[in-house]
């Protein structure tokens, strides 16, 4: 509370000396129903129109800095139960103090509001689609596909830079990492790497052969990659936690990001020698059964080691799960519930040298 009023006080104070700054050249900013004027804060809703399912309002926070700058897009909870990623973009929404800024940050805090209320994990249950595959979306398809459109449109064709946040699922016991994808061409890649550094996390996978049919981006950090604006991936918290180890990580990881993008004063904070990943195998259950695993989110496994085993009803083992390469746990199936298909765990394979 002490912190909103200082805030309230000082861009007021600043408000009113606008029209006497010569370096006060910045422009208002309109995304949805949200407007911000330099060195404000606005909130609003994008609206998903009805179509063959139901309309949705999508949460927008526009933070317009007092200076010029670049436009940072900031996006969580495409998957609702991601929690920690969703509270730390909701911590941002009032740390950010516009008189710091200079350029203009969008907040999409929560993309997926029937999943985080109904607590589905992965789908919009609306439809049953993952609202992180359907991109660029379609603007009369399903309630997914309009929003993925209308996001394409309205933050990803708006924007500069893009971090799209996620973490383990309810049924994801997962520890923080990032992606970044390169693309061959050599500035927007140099700049991406310089957030995914800045962001600080210590893992990072490298993320190649991405889809570049502009119709055909599926991801949402890909979507706004293949247009040619450098754009990251970053994710923590696992199992329907927060804690706030996992919320410091994204809000810190941010402002250092921010920093490194000259959108905040002060130095950014990059990981030095972080461990590179260059590849990522999924182990996928062949069967339904009760999944007991024998190491946490996190352990380095040798190619062939046991990672967990597998019984049936009876309590009667029916399969052991053996790691498919060496490499670090990104995440494993955090709850006894199995069924054909579910992914068991994710590994990721240590890149023999740094890009
Ligand atoms: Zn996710």
New binding site residues.
């Given amino acids: 509370m002490l912190r909103s009023l200082a805030w309230t006080f000082a861009s007021s104070g600043v408000f009113l000396l606008l029209p006497l700054l010569a370096h006060a050249q910045a422009l208002s900013f309109s995304i949805g129903t949200a407007s911000a004027a330099p060195g404000q804060k606005s909130t609003g809703y994008l609206a998903v129109p009805a179509g063959v399912d139901a309309a949705a309002n999508i949460p927008v926070v526009v933070v317009n800095g007092e200076k010029r700058g670049p436009v940072l897009a900031l996006v969580s909870g495409?998957?609702g139960t991601?929690y920690a990623?969703i509270i730390a973009i909701e911590k941002l929404v009032n740390l950010l103090d516009p008189a710091q800024i200079a350029g203009t940050v969008i907040l999409l805090p929560l993309v997926n509001i029937p999943s985080f209320e109904q607590k589905v994990p992965h789908v919009n249950p609306i439809d049953n689609k993952s609202m992180?595959r359907f991109y660029p979306g379609k603007a009369d398809g399903t309630q997914t596909e309009r929003a993925s459109f209308l996001i394409t449109k309205q933050v990803v064709d708006r924007c500069d830079y893009l971090i799209d946040y996620?973490?383990g699922?309810l049924d994801e016991s997962l520890r923080p990492y990032t992606y970044w994808a390169p693309t061959g061409k050599e500035t927007q890649d140099q700049i991406s790497k310089k957030m995914v550094l800045a962001f600080g996390l210590d893992h990072i996978i490298i993320w190649r052969d991405r889809p570049t049919d502009l119709t055909a981006t599926r991801y949402l950090d890909n979507t706004s990659t293949a247009r040619g604006k450098p754009s990251i991936v970053v994710?923590a918290g696992y199992a329907g936690t927060v804690e706030p180890d996992d919320v410091v990580l994204l809000v810190d990881g941010t402002l250092s990001t921010m920093r490194a993008l000259k959108m905040l004063p002060g130095n950014a904070r990059p990981i030095e020698n972080p461990v590179w990943l260059d590849r990522v195998v999924d182990v996928l259950a062949d069967g339904p059964g009760i999944w007991y695993p024998l190491v946490k989110r996190g352990t380095y496994v040798q190619e062939g080691m046991k990672i967990g085993f597998v019984t049936d009803y009876f309590g009667k083992v029916i399969l052991e799960t053996r790691a498919p390469v060496s490499g670090v746990i990104l995440h494993i199936n955090a709850v006894p519930s199995l069924k054909k298909g579910d992914n068991i765990a994710d590994i990721g394979a240590i890149a023999a040298h740094a890009p």
Avoid: I, L, V, Y
């Fill in positions: 495409a998957h991601e990623s992180n996620h973490g699922d994710e």
